[in-house]
């Protein structure tokens, strides 16, 4: 095992399954009924008790994800609300937002409310995505990560692996994240829901493995973070994941699935005789 240090990242779903978009892959989407928690908003005080706990688990990164295509003004407004009320109570988490497509003011205003960085997701090649999703285009998708960039946040962006795109695919939506430079890339695996129209990711180990040391050979400047479908997709294998080039993780639970609880998490990195981060400068 390589010694390297892995930086952890949490995630807290601030309002969930109420998108009206037709993402075949997300169980937030209202249109397919998953059985999912749903709620417009959660409560400020909730979000600052998950912040506090994403910190006494040792991660240094704490992201706000909301529902629905993209930024709309109240959701500014909450977002912005909750990132004041966690930087007061915990202000050396890296606060990141994830609100979907969203303007430059937009971006802007997440800055001063103490945002850092950015995450929107390409999620797929450009030339498969309509098969994926009808209600908004890649292009825009594109364009929000632009806008991130333009106002000085840092940007993290990846995509999901398993939702029947082709190798070419794959490699062409590495190619897109290459010309955008993110900061970290999000690395996702993607897990089926009996209420989703995609119904089973027919990827292997050995293949996602591979997706995972070609993205850093492409990016190797770039902090490499395997997220969602980390746990199904590499059961008892999850530490190969740091040799084939990841130097970061989710911790806890995701949007709508579960995850390793965070001490297990802890434990396996230590097993491995790999460095937490202590802050986001940690090398």
């Given at each position: 095992m390589p010694d390297k240090t892995i930086f952890l990242c949490a995630i807290s779903n601030i309002s969930s399954g109420s998108c009206?978009?037709?993402?075949?892959?997300?169980?937030?989407?209202?249109?397919?009924?998953?059985?999912?928690e749903r709620?417009?908003?959660?409560?400020?005080?909730?979000?600052?008790?998950?912040?506090?706990?994403?910190?006494?688990?040792?991660?240094?990164?704490?992201?706000?994800?909301?529902?629905?295509?993209?930024?709309?003004?109240?959701k500014l407004d909450f977002v912005c609300e909750a990132a004041r009320a966690v930087k007061k109570k915990v202000p050396d988490l890296n606060l990141i937002a994830c609100n979907g497509t969203a303007s430059v003011d937009d971006m802007k205003a997440l800055k001063k409310a103490g945002?850092?960085?950015?995450?929107?997701?390409?999620?797929?090649?450009?030339?498969?995505?309509?098969?994926?999703?009808?209600?908004?285009?890649?292009d825009e998708r594109y364009q929000t990560c632009l806008n991130a960039k333009s106002t000085g946040l840092d940007l993290c962006s990846g995509g999901i692996f398993g939702m029947g795109e082709s190798s070419d695919d794959r490699i062409s939506m590495?190619?897109?994240?290459?010309?955008?430079?993110?900061?970290s890339i999000?690395?996702?695996?993607?897990?089926?829901?009996?209420?989703?129209?995609?119904?089973?990711?027919?990827?292997?180990?050995?293949?996602?493995?591979?997706?995972?040391?070609y993205t850093k050979e492409q990016l190797n400047d770039s902090m490499i973070m395997v997220a969602g479908g980390?746990?199904?997709?590499?059961?008892?294998?999850?530490?190969?994941?740091?040799?084939?080039?990841?130097?970061s993780?989710?911790?806890?639970?995701?949007?709508?699935?579960?995850?390793?609880?965070?001490?297990?998490?802890?434990l396996l990195l230590e097993s491995l005789g790999l460095r937490i981060a202590?802050?986001?400068?940690?090398?």
């Open positions: 009206s978009e037709d993402c075949t892959f997300c169980t937030q989407s209202a249109r397919y009924k998953a059985d999912i709620y417009k908003y959660k409560s400020i005080e909730a979000i600052v008790d998950e912040a506090v706990m994403a910190r006494q688990n040792r991660a240094i990164g704490f992201c706000l994800v909301t529902a629905g295509k993209g930024m709309t003004e109240s945002i850092s960085s950015y995450n929107h997701n390409l999620e797929s090649s450009r030339s498969y995505y309509p098969k994926i999703c009808t209600t908004h285009d890649w590495i190619k897109s994240l290459k010309e955008l430079s993110p900061v999000a690395i996702n695996f993607f897990h089926p829901n009996e209420a989703l129209p995609i119904k089973e990711n027919m990827l292997d180990i050995e293949t996602s493995l591979e997706l995972i040391r980390r746990e199904r997709m590499f059961g008892e294998r999850q530490s190969e994941i740091f040799e084939a080039g990841a130097n993780i989710v911790i806890g639970n995701y949007l709508t699935t579960k995850g390793n609880a965070p001490d297990k998490d802890i202590q802050n986001c400068h940690d090398k």
